[in-house]
């Protein structure tokens, strides 16, 4: 099982996580209440929306991790997944993402918000300590 299956496995029991369609015709697709919050592109990489306040809150940090890839003016963040931790680091940029969307949710269209798909660069395969 790769690294996102796994991840994907162990976040569809979170009791405010479901399955969704994605809207963006690639991969499988977890929503919240809120709508859509995370896309699972392929084996290694998947796309969070954290929303534009909480990307705000924790850029600095986000743009140390050589996991997390940003692109500007989008409320998703890429997530490379290449080890367990990167997963762990998904788990709780999940939880941020979920405690966001119900604490504020993105009010300019976010479900028209599109994901990083198609908008990201090829994130280079990096080792994992």
């Known amino acids: 099982m790769t690294t996102a299956w796994h991840a ?3 976040l569809v029991s979170w009791p405010d996580l479901t399955e969704v369609r994605s809207s963006c015709g690639t ?5 919240s209440a809120g ?4 896309h699972f592109h392929s084996e290694h990489s998947v796309d969070l929306h954290l929303t534009a306040r909480a990307i ?4 600095r940090d986000l743009r140390r991790s050589t996991a997390i890839r940003l692109i ?3 409320h998703w963040v890429t997530v490379r997944l290449e080890c367990e931790a990167d997963v762990s680091l998904l788990m709780t940029l999940m939880s941020a993402a979920l405690r966001a969307h119900q604490e504020r949710p993105d009010t300019l269209a976010a479900s028209a918000a599109r994901c990083n798909d198609r908008l990201e660069t090829v994130l280079a395969h990096r080792e994992c300590l």
């Open 35 to 38: 709508g859509e919050i995370a």
């Open 8 to 10: 994907l496995a162990q």
């Open 27 to 31: 991969g499988r697709a977890l929503g």
């Open 72 to 74: 500007p003016g989008s």
């Open 56 to 59: 705000r809150r924790y850029e």
